[in-house]
């Protein structure tokens, strides 16, 4: 039994991870980024300083990590104590039913047999996740029922560099609610909450270095520096 509730818990934890990796990428991070970050955050390593500010500098990212936060710290205890039990000799042997299984294995070869089950069933589980078709099939659903559920809003934006202070390279997508849809560079008062619009590209034309009098439309790809949880807030408007 401790065997099986060892393998459940990791195979919901292989799940939340994932679910994770999709959350922060929905909130506009790269894949590969979003994937090391819920990593991270659910085993509690690998986050260094320099990254934790793309999570930090967002309330939905920091809501995303929290929770994979307590649930990798309940996995961890958890599959520790299952990992535990399902080694200890007494347990093995109330497993065994058959009298005949008795004279092939002996009882106190049964935790090095769980040892080799939990290690196999483990890299089972490793390559079913990992594999393209399985892991994007998986993906490709659980995305879905993310968007459809509403439980995380997706981001029209990327954050291509990230620096020191929370201050970063964004670019972001003009929608239908924006604050500055509409307006002119300088109507937008962009500058006074630290943001420089370095330049705008708009269908195949590029505008850099944009004149105060240019026009933010709906569709147009922002360029701005700044401070991270000020581009989101002053340009990008949640639904």
């Not at 104590?81 to 000799?89: E, H, V």
């Not at 589980?125 to 509403?150: C, E, M, Q, V, W």
Request: hydrophobic residues 50%; glycine residues 6%.
């Amino acid at each position: 039994m401790n065997l099986i509730l060892f393998v459940a818990v990791l195979l919901v934890s292989f799940v939340v991870v994932r679910i994770g990796a999709i959350a922060f990428q929905l909130t506009g991070l790269d894949w590969s980024l979003a994937k090391f970050q819920a990593l991270s955050c659910f085993t509690g390593t690998g986050f260094t300083t320099r990254e934790s500010e793309l999570i930090v500098s967002n309330p939905q990212r920091r809501k995303i990590a929290s929770v994979l936060i307590v649930l990798g710290n309940a996995g961890l205890v958890t599959m520790i104590a299952t990992f535990a039990n399902s080694l200890r000799p007494r347990v093995g042997e109330a497993r065994i039913s058959l009298p005949f299984l008795k004279d092939f294995i002996p009882s106190d070869l049964l935790p090095w047999i769980n040892f080799a089950l939990i290690i196999l069933l483990f890299l089972l589980l490793y390559k079913l996740f990992t594999h393209d078709s399985p892991a994007h099939g998986l993906t490709n659903f659980l995305r879905k029922f993310i968007l459809k559920k509403d439980i995380i809003k997706h981001v029209t934006f990327e954050e291509l560099l990230i620096s020191t202070g929370g201050y970063g390279v964004s670019r972001i997508t003009i929608c239908a609610n924006s604050p500055v849809l509409n307006k002119t560079l300088i109507e937008s008062k962009l500058r006074s909450y630290d943001i420089t619009v370095l330049a705008i590209a708009r269908g195949h034309e590029t505008i850099p270095n944009p004149p105060p009098d240019t026009t933010f439309m709906l569709n147009d790809e922002l360029i701005c520096f700044g401070r991270l949880e000020n581009i989101q807030a002053k340009i990008y408007a949640a639904a």
